[in-house]
Protein backbone atom coordinates (compact mmCIF):
# COMPACT_ATOMS: atom_id res chain seq x y z
CA UNK A 1 0.00 0.00 0.00
CA UNK A 2 0.79 3.90 -0.56
CA UNK A 3 3.63 2.58 -2.81
CA UNK A 4 2.35 5.60 -5.17
CA UNK A 5 1.09 8.23 -2.38
CA UNK A 6 1.48 11.76 -3.60
CA UNK A 7 1.86 10.64 -6.97
CA UNK A 8 -0.72 11.88 -10.31
CA UNK A 9 -1.03 9.62 -13.13
CA UNK A 10 -2.96 10.26 -17.14
CA UNK A 11 -3.88 6.56 -18.10
CA UNK A 12 -4.95 6.56 -21.71
CA UNK A 13 -7.56 3.95 -22.33
CA UNK A 14 -7.89 3.85 -18.28
CA UNK A 15 -11.55 3.24 -18.73
CA UNK A 16 -11.36 -0.58 -19.26
CA UNK A 17 -9.31 -3.30 -19.23
CA UNK A 18 -5.44 -2.83 -18.43
CA UNK A 19 -6.10 1.07 -18.49
CA UNK A 20 -8.57 0.26 -15.98
CA UNK A 21 -6.78 -1.94 -14.00
CA UNK A 22 -3.80 0.10 -13.57
CA UNK A 23 -6.35 3.13 -12.69
CA UNK A 24 -7.81 0.82 -9.62
CA UNK A 25 -3.87 -0.27 -8.51
CA UNK A 26 -2.52 3.07 -8.74
CA UNK A 27 -5.72 4.62 -6.57
CA UNK A 28 -5.38 1.49 -3.98
CA UNK A 29 -1.77 2.20 -3.72
CA UNK A 30 -2.22 6.80 -3.16
CA UNK A 31 -2.14 8.09 -6.37
CA UNK A 32 -4.46 10.30 -8.23
CA UNK A 33 -5.68 9.38 -11.37
CA UNK A 34 -6.63 11.44 -15.09
CA UNK A 35 -8.55 8.60 -16.72
CA UNK A 36 -8.13 9.94 -20.65
CA UNK A 37 -10.39 7.56 -23.04
CA UNK A 38 -12.76 7.72 -25.41
CA UNK A 39 -15.40 5.72 -23.36
CA UNK A 40 -17.32 8.01 -21.94
CA UNK A 41 -19.82 6.45 -19.94
CA UNK A 42 -17.30 3.85 -18.76
CA UNK A 43 -15.41 6.48 -17.94
CA UNK A 44 -17.49 8.19 -15.61
CA UNK A 45 -18.98 4.78 -14.45
CA UNK A 46 -15.16 4.77 -12.69
CA UNK A 47 -15.47 7.92 -11.03
CA UNK A 48 -18.49 7.10 -9.34
CA UNK A 49 -16.48 4.18 -7.97
CA UNK A 50 -13.59 5.34 -7.15
CA UNK A 51 -14.22 9.29 -6.14
CA UNK A 52 -11.97 12.25 -6.08
CA UNK A 53 -8.81 10.10 -6.39
CA UNK A 54 -9.90 9.99 -10.37
CA UNK A 55 -11.18 12.27 -13.10
CA UNK A 56 -12.26 11.79 -16.59
CA UNK A 57 -11.34 13.73 -19.12
CA UNK A 58 -13.00 12.82 -22.44
CA UNK A 59 -9.52 11.88 -24.71
CA UNK A 60 -8.76 10.71 -28.60
CA UNK A 61 -5.45 9.80 -28.15
CA UNK A 62 -5.11 10.79 -31.92
CA UNK A 63 -5.63 14.27 -31.17
CA UNK A 64 -2.86 16.77 -29.94
CA UNK A 65 -5.01 18.86 -28.21
CA UNK A 66 -6.97 16.12 -26.24
CA UNK A 67 -3.57 14.79 -24.49
CA UNK A 68 -2.86 18.32 -23.67
CA UNK A 69 -6.20 18.61 -21.89
CA UNK A 70 -6.17 15.41 -20.45
CA UNK A 71 -2.09 15.99 -19.29
CA UNK A 72 -3.16 20.24 -17.95
CA UNK A 73 -6.50 18.57 -16.27
CA UNK A 74 -3.93 16.13 -14.13
CA UNK A 75 -1.80 19.53 -13.06
CA UNK A 76 -4.60 21.53 -12.41
CA UNK A 77 -6.22 19.13 -10.11
CA UNK A 78 -3.74 17.18 -8.72
CA UNK A 79 -0.65 19.06 -8.56
CA UNK A 80 1.77 17.33 -10.96
CA UNK A 81 2.35 14.75 -13.54
CA UNK A 82 4.30 12.08 -12.23
CA UNK A 83 3.61 8.89 -14.37
CA UNK A 84 2.10 9.05 -17.78
CA UNK A 85 0.70 6.11 -18.92
CA UNK A 86 -0.09 5.87 -22.89
CA UNK A 87 -1.81 2.49 -23.19
CA UNK A 88 -5.23 3.15 -25.09
CA UNK A 89 -5.18 0.80 -28.10
CA UNK A 90 -7.61 -1.18 -30.29
CA UNK A 91 -6.62 -4.25 -32.40
CA UNK A 92 -7.42 -2.12 -35.93
CA UNK A 93 -7.46 -3.74 -38.91
CA UNK A 94 -6.54 -7.36 -39.95
CA UNK A 95 -6.31 -9.09 -43.24
CA UNK A 96 -3.25 -10.19 -45.66
CA UNK A 97 -0.83 -7.40 -46.36
CA UNK A 98 -2.35 -6.86 -49.80
CA UNK A 99 -5.91 -6.63 -48.48
CA UNK A 100 -4.81 -3.80 -45.58
CA UNK A 101 -6.86 -0.52 -46.95
CA UNK A 102 -4.46 2.47 -46.57
CA UNK A 103 -6.98 4.34 -44.77
CA UNK A 104 -7.59 1.26 -41.83
CA UNK A 105 -3.99 1.01 -41.76
CA UNK A 106 -3.32 4.69 -41.27
CA UNK A 107 -5.76 4.83 -38.51
CA UNK A 108 -4.54 1.87 -36.18
CA UNK A 109 -1.00 3.53 -36.40
CA UNK A 110 -2.73 6.53 -35.85
CA UNK A 111 -4.36 5.15 -32.55
CA UNK A 112 -1.35 2.40 -31.48
CA UNK A 113 1.68 4.57 -32.20
CA UNK A 114 0.94 8.43 -32.50
CA UNK A 115 -1.28 8.58 -29.42
CA UNK A 116 1.86 7.18 -27.69
CA UNK A 117 4.33 10.18 -29.68
CA UNK A 118 1.72 12.54 -28.13
CA UNK A 119 1.23 11.39 -24.74
CA UNK A 120 5.06 11.33 -24.76
CA UNK A 121 6.02 14.26 -26.39
CA UNK A 122 3.64 16.46 -24.21
CA UNK A 123 4.64 14.19 -20.88
CA UNK A 124 7.93 14.81 -21.17
CA UNK A 125 8.80 18.59 -20.90
CA UNK A 126 6.39 19.05 -18.18
CA UNK A 127 8.42 15.99 -16.13
CA UNK A 128 12.41 17.72 -17.41
CA UNK A 129 10.74 20.66 -15.30
CA UNK A 130 10.25 19.04 -12.60
CA UNK A 131 12.84 16.55 -12.71
CA UNK A 132 11.35 13.67 -12.43
CA UNK A 133 8.61 11.51 -13.82
CA UNK A 134 7.93 7.55 -15.28
CA UNK A 135 6.14 7.29 -19.21
CA UNK A 136 5.20 4.37 -19.29
CA UNK A 137 4.09 2.85 -22.95
CA UNK A 138 1.86 -0.09 -23.28
CA UNK A 139 3.32 -2.22 -26.61
CA UNK A 140 2.47 -6.08 -26.33
CA UNK A 141 4.34 -9.13 -26.99
CA UNK A 142 3.52 -8.69 -30.93
CA UNK A 143 5.94 -5.82 -30.31
CA UNK A 144 8.89 -7.84 -30.11
CA UNK A 145 7.88 -10.94 -32.28
CA UNK A 146 5.59 -11.43 -35.96
CA UNK A 147 2.78 -13.37 -36.04
CA UNK A 148 1.07 -12.53 -32.85
CA UNK A 149 -0.91 -9.59 -33.90
CA UNK A 150 -2.20 -8.37 -37.64
CA UNK A 151 0.70 -6.09 -39.47
CA UNK A 152 -0.46 -2.52 -38.79
CA UNK A 153 -0.98 -3.99 -35.18
CA UNK A 154 2.64 -5.78 -34.95
CA UNK A 155 4.54 -2.13 -37.10
CA UNK A 156 2.83 0.04 -34.14
CA UNK A 157 3.83 -2.05 -31.11
CA UNK A 158 7.26 -2.33 -32.55
CA UNK A 159 7.50 0.81 -32.84
CA UNK A 160 6.24 2.33 -29.76
CA UNK A 161 9.47 0.20 -28.27
CA UNK A 162 11.53 2.12 -30.86
CA UNK A 163 9.92 5.43 -29.61
CA UNK A 164 10.60 4.35 -25.77
CA UNK A 165 14.40 3.21 -26.19
CA UNK A 166 14.94 6.60 -28.52
CA UNK A 167 13.36 8.92 -26.06
CA UNK A 168 15.03 7.13 -22.74
CA UNK A 169 18.28 8.57 -24.39
CA UNK A 170 16.71 12.28 -24.50
CA UNK A 171 15.13 12.11 -20.81
CA UNK A 172 17.60 10.20 -18.88
CA UNK A 173 19.82 13.10 -18.33
CA UNK A 174 16.96 14.89 -16.78
CA UNK A 175 15.76 12.16 -14.75
CA UNK A 176 12.76 11.08 -16.61
CA UNK A 177 12.41 7.28 -17.22
CA UNK A 178 10.59 6.31 -20.64
CA UNK A 179 9.61 2.51 -20.24
CA UNK A 180 7.88 -0.01 -22.48
CA UNK A 181 5.13 -2.61 -21.06
CA UNK A 182 4.47 -5.84 -23.10
CA UNK A 183 1.38 -7.97 -22.07
CA UNK A 184 0.95 -11.16 -23.40
CA UNK A 185 -2.57 -12.16 -24.24
CA UNK A 186 -4.36 -10.47 -21.19
CA UNK A 187 -8.21 -10.49 -20.31
CA UNK A 188 -10.13 -7.53 -21.67
CA UNK A 189 -12.98 -6.84 -24.11
CA UNK A 190 -9.89 -6.42 -26.67
CA UNK A 191 -8.77 -10.14 -26.55
CA UNK A 192 -12.65 -10.91 -25.65
CA UNK A 193 -13.50 -9.63 -29.27
CA UNK A 194 -10.30 -11.65 -30.65
CA UNK A 195 -11.13 -15.17 -29.43
CA UNK A 196 -14.03 -15.27 -29.06
CA UNK A 197 -15.48 -12.53 -31.59
CA UNK A 198 -17.89 -10.96 -28.48
CA UNK A 199 -16.10 -8.42 -26.51
CA UNK A 200 -18.55 -8.35 -23.93
CA UNK A 201 -17.62 -12.79 -23.50
CA UNK A 202 -15.19 -12.53 -21.15
CA UNK A 203 -15.63 -15.78 -19.39
CA UNK A 204 -15.44 -17.64 -22.79
CA UNK A 205 -12.06 -15.39 -23.54
CA UNK A 206 -11.14 -15.93 -20.47
CA UNK A 207 -11.49 -19.94 -20.59
CA UNK A 208 -10.20 -20.06 -24.23
CA UNK A 209 -6.86 -17.41 -23.47
CA UNK A 210 -6.53 -19.93 -20.13
CA UNK A 211 -5.71 -22.57 -22.04
CA UNK A 212 -2.81 -21.52 -24.10
CA UNK A 213 -0.66 -20.43 -20.68
CA UNK A 214 1.73 -22.99 -18.64
CA UNK A 215 -0.11 -23.39 -15.77
CA UNK A 216 -3.72 -22.67 -16.81
CA UNK A 217 -4.30 -19.15 -15.96
CA UNK A 218 -4.17 -15.92 -18.49
CA UNK A 219 -3.10 -13.02 -17.09
CA UNK A 220 -6.38 -10.33 -16.09
CA UNK A 221 -5.40 -6.58 -16.13
CA UNK A 222 -4.38 -6.38 -12.72
CA UNK A 223 -1.49 -8.86 -13.06
CA UNK A 224 -0.29 -5.96 -15.80
CA UNK A 225 -0.99 -3.23 -12.93
CA UNK A 226 1.15 -5.14 -10.89
CA UNK A 227 4.06 -4.24 -13.76
CA UNK A 228 3.04 -1.01 -14.57
CA UNK A 229 3.12 0.07 -10.53
CA UNK A 230 6.69 -1.02 -10.14
CA UNK A 231 7.64 0.78 -13.31
CA UNK A 232 5.65 3.96 -11.97
CA UNK A 233 6.87 3.91 -8.58
CA UNK A 234 10.57 5.04 -7.21
CA UNK A 235 11.52 1.47 -7.12
CA UNK A 236 11.96 1.35 -10.90
CA UNK A 237 14.90 4.12 -10.01
CA UNK A 238 17.42 2.78 -12.44
CA UNK A 239 15.00 1.10 -15.34
CA UNK A 240 15.02 3.17 -18.02
CA UNK A 241 14.64 2.36 -22.14
CA UNK A 242 13.72 -0.89 -20.79
CA UNK A 243 11.11 -3.46 -22.67
CA UNK A 244 9.60 -5.48 -19.63
CA UNK A 245 7.18 -8.44 -21.48
CA UNK A 246 4.87 -9.68 -18.53
CA UNK A 247 3.33 -12.82 -20.13
CA UNK A 248 4.41 -15.56 -18.29
CA UNK A 249 7.14 -16.93 -19.99
CA UNK A 250 5.23 -17.52 -23.33
CA UNK A 251 7.27 -15.45 -25.55
CA UNK A 252 10.41 -17.68 -24.37
CA UNK A 253 9.14 -20.72 -23.40
CA UNK A 254 9.14 -22.04 -26.90
CA UNK A 255 7.12 -25.53 -27.68
CA UNK A 256 10.95 -26.84 -28.48
CA UNK A 257 12.21 -26.76 -25.45
CA UNK A 258 9.59 -30.48 -25.22
CA UNK A 259 12.73 -32.00 -26.81
CA UNK A 260 15.25 -31.32 -23.76
CA UNK A 261 12.71 -31.37 -21.22
CA UNK A 262 8.77 -31.87 -20.49
CA UNK A 263 6.73 -28.97 -19.91
CA UNK A 264 4.11 -29.48 -17.19
CA UNK A 265 1.25 -27.35 -16.75
N1 LIG B 1 -5.34 -7.45 -23.75
C1 LIG B 1 -4.24 -7.94 -24.29
O1 LIG B 1 -4.07 -9.15 -24.43
C2 LIG B 1 -3.13 -7.03 -24.69
C3 LIG B 1 -1.88 -7.60 -24.99
C4 LIG B 1 -0.84 -6.77 -25.37
C5 LIG B 1 -1.03 -5.41 -25.44
N2 LIG B 1 -2.26 -4.88 -25.16
C6 LIG B 1 -2.42 -3.43 -25.25
O2 LIG B 1 -2.92 -2.94 -24.03
C7 LIG B 1 -3.66 -1.74 -24.28
C8 LIG B 1 -5.01 -1.86 -23.62
O3 LIG B 1 -5.74 -2.91 -24.25
P1 LIG B 1 -6.93 -3.69 -23.52
O4 LIG B 1 -6.73 -5.11 -23.80
O5 LIG B 1 -7.08 -3.21 -22.14
O6 LIG B 1 -8.15 -3.19 -24.44
P2 LIG B 1 -9.63 -2.69 -24.05
O7 LIG B 1 -10.37 -2.64 -25.32
O8 LIG B 1 -10.17 -3.46 -22.91
O9 LIG B 1 -9.36 -1.20 -23.53
C9 LIG B 1 -8.86 -0.22 -24.40
C10 LIG B 1 -9.29 1.15 -23.90
O10 LIG B 1 -8.75 2.13 -24.81
C11 LIG B 1 -9.78 3.04 -25.15
N3 LIG B 1 -9.51 3.59 -26.49
C12 LIG B 1 -9.56 2.94 -27.68
N4 LIG B 1 -9.29 3.79 -28.69
C13 LIG B 1 -9.06 5.00 -28.11
C14 LIG B 1 -8.74 6.28 -28.64
N5 LIG B 1 -8.60 6.48 -29.96
N6 LIG B 1 -8.56 7.30 -27.77
C15 LIG B 1 -8.72 7.11 -26.44
N7 LIG B 1 -9.05 5.93 -25.89
C16 LIG B 1 -9.22 4.88 -26.72
C17 LIG B 1 -11.06 2.22 -25.10
O11 LIG B 1 -12.21 3.04 -24.98
C18 LIG B 1 -10.81 1.33 -23.90
O12 LIG B 1 -11.23 1.93 -22.69
C19 LIG B 1 -3.69 -1.57 -25.79
O13 LIG B 1 -2.67 -0.70 -26.21
C20 LIG B 1 -3.40 -2.97 -26.30
O14 LIG B 1 -2.85 -2.99 -27.59
C21 LIG B 1 -3.30 -5.65 -24.78
Not at 44 to 64: Q, W
Request: hydrophobic share 45%; glycine share 12%; with cysteine.
Amino acid sequence: MNRLTGKAAVVTGGARGIGEGIVRRFVAEGAQCVIADIDVVAGEKLVAELGDSVLFIRTEVTSESDIVSAINACITNFGSLDVMINNAGVVGVTGSIESTDLADWERTIAILQTGVFLGTKHAFPIMRKQRSGSIINISSTAGVQGGLGAHAYTTAKHGVIGLTKSVAVEAAPHRVRVNALCPGATLSSLTAGVVTGDPDNLEGAYERLSSKYVGGRAPKPEDMANAALFMASDESEFMNGAVLVVDAGKETLSDRAQKFYPIEA
